[in-house]
């Protein structure tokens, strides 16, 4: 997604045309497998031979979660604070109502202020978070999951925790403007799926 300088977020769109057709009699474990080699071979900043400094949790299908979804009504624009000196202006798109290890958590799902407009992006929808693993085994800024305004379905939308995974920022210093995640969107539990800490300390 455009919102962070130089950086598209929406790498689950690759998975789609990977988890259907030939690829629908995978397994789960299997098929998220291959989305993490997709991550990793197509990442826009980290190259080469810092590849082998990915690190992500286990697969663990317990982290992908049907969440109810429930459209914010006359949702106003924000100023995000970032990694960077350039704030970011996002709107509550609505919110999500999920269980995880019995616990019912909710999430504030964003839109982008720069995307609204067009229409290759219009769609696209900022999941931002942190939790128990921030600044521990997680990038201490938090995460982001890509989701579009389409993956909802009579109110329902499925979030995979599997494919959180880490902004820019976490690479490389004082380059990139990375939204950080609202205080709203703090889970009060340790979401040990996605990736993990960058295993090379940020240039």
């Not at 071979?41 to 697969?59: Q, T």
């Not at 380059?175 to 009060?188: A, M, Q, S, T, V």
Request: proline fraction near 3%; charge should be positive; glycine fraction near 6%.
């Amino acid at each position: 997604m455009k919102f962070m300088t130089g950086q598209k977020l929406f790498f689950g769109l690759l998975f789609l045309s990977a988890f259907a057709g030939a690829h629908a009699q995978k397994s789960y474990k299997d098929s998220l497998q291959e989305y993490i080699r997709n991550y990793e071979k197509n990442h826009e900043v980290v190259k080469g031979g810092d590849k082998k400094f990915f690190r992500f949790f286990p697969v663990d299908e317990q982290y992908r979660v049907i969440a109810e979804f429930q459209k914010a009504t006359a949702s106003k624009w924000l100023q995000l604070e970032t990694s960077g000196r350039e704030r970011k202006t996002f709107r509550v798109y609505g919110t999500l109502s999920f269980m995880i290890h019995d616990t019912l958590l909710k999430l504030d799902v964003y839109q982008a202020q720069n995307l609204v407009t067009d229409p290759k992006y219009r769609d696209y929808l900022a999941l931002m978070f942190t939790d128990k693993t921030t600044g521990h085994e997680t990038y201490e800024a938090g995460r982001y999951i890509d989701l579009t305004t389409g993956d909802i379905k009579d109110s329902r939308i499925v979030i995979d925790f599997n494919k959180a995974y880490n902004p820019y920022c976490a690479y490389v210093k004082n380059k990139y403007n990375c939204p950080i995640p609202p205080r709203e969107n703090d889970l009060p539990i340790a979401i040990n799926a996605g990736e993990k800490n960058f295993a090379k300390q940020a240039d």
